[in-house]
């Protein structure tokens, strides 16, 4: 929506339930999200309305490198398929503090005994929000009242406010 000035006025009960514009769906964590034919068909829609800023968390299967110090191309099909140089870390299981964990994404790395890595190619499970908005653009007064939350930006700077009127202010100032 753009214009000069803009009000936005939207509230309302229907049947016991506050609306206004926008919304959010509850977090919700898809274990083995790849396996589409088996999702459940709230978890489909979920993923086909969800777009990446939806995004709240993913994990992928992580291993740790049980050999010697080396070179690997990480990003290699099948890197993590020998069982003497990688063993499968559990999904709760801490990774070491005094060395970051790499991706296969990474390519070609340098791996110690210990090192942790993520396969980017096996995906566990996603968290996702999914946040259905609206986007003004004005270049004058932008006024709200709200039931709910704002979050309105000026120029780079945003204030996220709750479920009070909000009188931004001139767009640019």
Known sequence: M????ITLLSEGLTAGVKYGVGRSSDRVT???PSDFGSL???HKALLAQASAADVIE???????WIGDEATVDLSAVGT???????REVGATARAPVNLP???SSDGIADVVKGQWVENRRDLLSVTLQVTDDINLSASGDVAVKTLGDVVHARQGRSA??????QRAGPVGH
């Open 160 to 165: 996220h406010c709750r479920g009070q009127p």
């Open 80 to 86: 993590f398929n020998n069982a003497l140089l990688w």
């Open 2 to 5: 753009q214009g000069r000035n």
């Open 58 to 64: 993913t994990q992928y299967r992580r291993y740790e």
């Open 40 to 42: 459940t068909e709230s």
């Open 30 to 32: 898809i274990t083995n």
């Open 101 to 103: 964990v790499l991706a």
